[in-house]
Structures are given as C-alpha cells and as structure tokens.
C-alpha cells in the first residue's frame, strides 16, 4: 500500500512539474514566419503566477500568467527580415526558436481545392518539375492538422516548414502557387497557414457566436444535433457503425446475385448516369448502391475483346457485364477503363452492371457522358443515359451518422481557427462553395457572415480574397438554371464588402473533375489581386472583365464592361462570343450570338425579337473565350433576377 502511495506522490509532483514549464501553441516553433509591422501577440500557458520572459531582437518583454496559468506578450512592431531567434524564458524552463523569419502571413482555408496538394491524391500539372524547381526558402507552410470540437480551442497540432524540393509536395497547391508569386514579386518572406478540409461546408468554418446569431432556417438542418451529449451520442454512433460496416462486408446484392442479368429489376428506380448522386435522392446517404444499364451490340460486335470505359466513381466499384465480372477499382476519382475478354460480349441487349460503394460525401459516376463507353472494334457505344439503381446497404438503415465536420456549425472553426486568432496575419485566401451549392440562395448569407466574423475575431478588416466555382460537369445542350451559377453570383455579391476580392477561374476548370489540375493560375489570380489592392503594384491588372451595364436596341442587347484592361479580346478563330443566352420577356433563355463592337459585346438571336435578360456562363460548365487583354477571364453574370 506503501508502495502505490509513493508512486501517487511521484506522479503528482511530475505532474506538477510538467505544469509549471513554460508551454507554446504549436503555431510559434522553429522556422516560423511572424507578420511583419505589426503589434505580435505572443501567447502561452505556464504554471499559475509564473513568471515569463521573451526576448527578441534586443526586444525584452515580461508578462506574469493568471490563474489558469495563461500569459500573453505584445512585441513591438518588427519589419521585415531574418533570420532571428527567439527565447522564451519561464520558471524552470527555456524555449529557444531559431530560423524565425519576419514577413507576411496568409491564412488558406476551405475546402478539398485549398487542401489539394502540390503533389497527392490530387497532382497538379507539371508536379515533378514543380516540386524539382521549389526551392524558396523565404516561403514557409504551416499544415493545420485536421481536428474538430464542439467548443473553441486554444492550440492545434501542425508544424512550419521551410519550401523546398523535399517539403513542397504537402504544401496546399493554391496557397503555394499564390506564395510563390508575391516571393517573386516582392521578395519578402510568405507564410501560408493552411487550414482547410475537403468536402466541407462553409457553415462549420463560422464561429458559434456569429452562427447563432443567423435566421433560424439556417439552423434547421441541425435540429437533430442540438443540445446531443456529444460523448453519449459518440458511443451509440460507434456501435451504429459496427453494425453498418459489418451489413457492408456481408452486401445482399453479392448474396442475392443482383450482377446476374436474370434478376428481376421491376422495384428499381432510375437516375441519369453520369452524374453524381449528391444531386438525387441519394444525396444524404453512404454505402452500396448498385445500377444497371441495358445496351444493345450489333453482331459484327460478338466475339471479340472490347475496352469499357465507366469515367471517373466515388469511390469503390466492381463492374459486371453479363454476370461476368470484367473489373474492381478502389479509389475515389480513378477513371474505369476494364478490359473486355472474348465471349463475354453478346449480339443484342447486354446488361452492365456497377456496384458503387461510398464512403463520405456524394457518390456514383460522376463523370462526362463523353467518357461512359464501350469500346469494340475501334467503334464506341455510348452508355450514358437513363440506368436503374437499388441502394442494397445504406448508413441511414442503421441509423449510423457519419460524424463529419459539417454535422454540426462551428466544428472546424472551434479546432482549426480559432487557437490562431490571436495571431497577427495579413489577410486571408478562401477557397470553398462547391458542398454549399445545393443551397446556394444561403451562401449570400453566409460567406459575408464568415468573412465578418473572423475580421471581428482578428479585430480588423484584413483583406479577404476568395476563388469562384470553377466550371465542372457536363456543358449543358440548351440554357438551364444552375445551382453553380447561383453560388458564383453569391460569391460575387460579396466582392461589396469592403477589401475583398475574387479569382474567376471558370476557363480552367476540369468538367470530369472537381478538382482542376491546373492550381498555378489559380494561386497567380489570387497573388494579382493582393499584388495590386495591398503591395502598392497598381499597373497590375487583377480582374477580368465584369459586367457593368445592358443597353437594349432593337433586337440586339449591348453589353458593357469594367475591368477591361487594355480591352477586351475573343479566344476564337471565328470571332463569335461563347457562352451568351438571351431572353425576352417570358424570361426563356436560348443560345446567343454574341460579338465584339469595340469594347461592347453584342448580344442576338433570330429567335428573340425584344430581348430583356441576358446571361453569361450562366451554367456548371460554360464556355468560356471572353477575356480582357491581360488575359483574364471574364466573370459570368446575369441581368435578370
């Protein structure tokens, strides 16, 4: 009994000790870049009364902690430079952090085209030339690891990094590109904290305070959670998910033989394919789903080895074609291309069959109808079109949640933002809207709520500047509304708050792919802006055009633009505009003819007399060949409301 007594003392006093050391958030470390001309907070926690000390610089700083053992210093405002080392002095303790550079720091969040790495599951163009070339030892990252709570911490996992070729390929893409620039540009040191989470919305990126203080519809979509016991409700959902993964493992659709085409299909639904099934009924669910699709070969098709190609999935398939199975892929976003032997293929109707598992998020086939195919004799059926599907194992069956960070509003700003409030930054890069774009009236709501909410976090107006949409899907064959679209106006509505701005990138975007490849111009795009609105470059065009007036005569819309740069300029051999609809009245948009007149574009149609609405790239994915002479893209707009 002695002995336990004896090892609770050493315990305690270990304890005690541990507590009485000077501790830092991991955000100040070895490499790190603070923001240069500005007052810098530097924060941290201690024994209760213990005395610090921090020294820079030949700055000497004292500060006392209270009683729940924080402490919290001001340096005096350094430009910019470095190397510089700093000490952090405490009771029984001190920190010592070399390689510290003074510059700027840019905080990068969204959602999975922030997150998207230099070189991972989402490569971008050139990545080995890149990640060859990545030697900016001015540049520094600072990966914020994923995390969430349901109330605000104080600290978050993560480390600085300097950029080089051995460091860069975890770097944010976006960001890095956009460091890159203003490196190059400035020569300054950049620090880019990256703080994003893919497939997120913007809801969890609000803070509690200011969320509440939203109309209740916003809310609504969260009844379920409100006042949950957060470690109750994790315990019960993790039997739930025992429950489901084991359903998963033991599919009925396998047992069944749903892959056979001799079984009945009579109580199936039916979707579009390609497209993915966050836009259907299936869009609040994970696990199995299987379709079918019919297709009718000729004869001098039988007998021979074929190629199919299914496009892109999310995330796992197994593919059969007359009960044979002819392939498996694991992996969100692989295209399915599955070799077809001899004898599988038959004269007349043959049935295609694709399990599809999802883990998170939307699922299905998602991609061009372009790319679903079967491919025989260098001939190419087509399969895209109208398939039947059956849900066989579903995560709502056993009602397991998966506890994402968009269950509940503020989770991702509690973890992942608010432990660097205090910091001093110099502004903020955003890239995030796709997961909102199923509700996109709100995001007029929400993004300036966001954008106010961490300024007032901050305590000023930092600058704020955010990618739109980029085009993705399949383009559409008549004008269509366009849930994409909406969201790009909400983004661009919110270009009215005061030190904002907005990179267009719907010329550079990827149909058959959410995630573009193509992050150099996007990180450029938002550097131009920054370049010109805080680093005094006011000869840099930052905008493509954007619409500023419609003049109607007779037949013909005419339409002005700001942000013209030098003037404007088609990308088209024949000269013609892409991309335009025009309405009359009745508000039933077609097709446009549009061309240069100067610095106007003319908008008609033979089948519009008195038009009274246009649009531009008003769709997922529009056309795009409109740009201003320093060659950026025009912004989609709408006349109509």
Not at 44 to 61: M, P, T
Not at 306 to 326: Q, Y
Not at 370 to 397: F, H, M, Q
Request: hydrophobic share 35%.
């Amino acid at each position: 009994m002695k002995k336990y007594a004896y090892l609770l003392l050493l315990t305690v006093l270990f304890t005690s000790v541990l507590q009485a050391e000077v501790r830092l958030p991991h955000i100040f470390s070895d490499n790190m870049i603070l923001q240069r001309d500005k007052v810098l907070k530097i924060w941290g926690w201690a024994d209760k009364n213990e005395k610090v000390k921090i020294e820079i610089l030949g700055q000497i700083k004292n500060a006392k902690t209270d009683k729940s053992g924080y402490w919290y210093v001001n340096l005096d405002p350094i430009p910019y430079g470095g190397p510089y080392q700093m000490k952090i002095q405490g009771a029984n303790n001190t920190i010592t952090l070399n390689n510290i550079l003074i510059g700027d720091i840019w905080l990068c969040s969204g959602q999975s085209n922030m997150e998207m790495p230099v070189n991972g599951w989402g490569q971008v163009y050139n990545y080995e030339k890149e990640i060859k070339d990545a030697d900016y030892p001015l540049i520094r990252a600072f990966n914020v690891e994923k995390a969430m709570s349901m109330t605000p911490n104080s600290d978050f996992e993560g480390k600085w990094q300097v950029c080089s070729p051995e460091t860069v390929s975890n770097f944010s893409a976006t960001a890095y590109f956009f460091a890159r620039k203003l490196n190059r540009e400035l020569n300054i040191p950049i620090g880019i904290i990256n703080s994003s989470w893919g497939g997120t919305d913007i809801e969890t990126w609000i803070s509690s305070d200011s969320f509440n203080k939203l109309p209740d519809n916003f809310k609504e979509r969260y009844t379920d959670m409100k006042g949950i016991d957060l470690a109750k409700f994790a315990q019960e959902n993790e039997s739930k998910k025992k429950d489901y993964l084991t359903a998963l493992a033991n599919d009925p659709g396998i047992k069944e033989e749903w892959f056979k085409p001799s079984y009945a299909t009579t109580n199936w639904k039916k979707m579009q394919i390609p497209q993915e099934w966050g836009q259907t009924e299936l869009a609040s669910i994970d696990g199995i789903v299987w379709f079918r699709y019919n297709f009718t070969l000729p004869e001098t098709a039988i007998g021979k080895a074929a190629t199919i190609h299914l496009g892109p999935v999310d995330d796992d398939d197994v593919s059969w074609i007359n009960g044979t199975k002819i392939g498996e892929t694991v992996g969100y976003g692989i295209p399915r291309i599955y070799d077809i032997e001899k004898g599988v293929l038959k004269n007349g109707i043959n049935t295609l069959t694709v399990k599809v598992v999802d883990h998170s998020g939307g699922g299905g086939l998602f991609g061009l109808p372009e790319d679903l195919y079967i491919e025989v004799n260098s001939i190419r059926y087509p399969l895209a079109g109208e398939w039947e599907y059956k849900p066989s194992v579903t995560n709502k069956e056993f009602g397991y949640i998966d506890f994402s960070p968009n269950a509940y509003p503020s989770l991702l700003y509690n973890a992942m933002i608010n432990p660097i409030t205090p910091l001093s930054i110099k502004g903020s890069i955003w890239y995030q809207g796709e997961n909102n774009a199923n509700a996109a009236y709100n995001y007029r709501t929400l993004f300036p709520t966001l954008i106010n909410d961490w300024r007032g976090k901050w305590g000023y107006q930092f600058p704020f500047y955010w990618v739109q949409l980029a085009n993705y899907m399949a383009k559409d064959t008549q004008p269509e509304d366009s849930k994409w679209a909406e969201l790009r106006e909400a983004q661009d509505m919110t270009l009215s708050l005061p030190n904002t701005g907005q990179a267009v990138i719907t010329d550079i975007g990827d149909g058959a792919d959410i995630h573009p490849r193509n992050k150099q111009d996007v990180g450029l795009r938002l550097a131009l802006i920054a370049l010109n609105k805080d680093y005094g470059k006011s000869d840099i065009v930052y905008s493509g055009p954007t619409f500023k007036k419609m003049e109607i005569s007779g037949d013909k819309a005419i339409i002005y633009f700001d942000n013209i740069g030098k003037g404007l300029s088609v990308k088209s051999k024949y000269g013609y505009v892409e991309g335009f609809a025009i309405a009359g009245a009745d508000n039933k948009f077609v097709w446009a003819k549009a061309y240069l007149d100067g610095d106007k574009v003319i908008v008609t149609s033979d089948k519009i007399t008195n038009p009274a609405a246009v649009r531009y790239s008003w769709s997922n994915n529009p056309d795009v060949n409109l740009f201003n002479s320093e060659g950026l893209s025009a912004a989609p707009f709408r006349t109509d409301k």
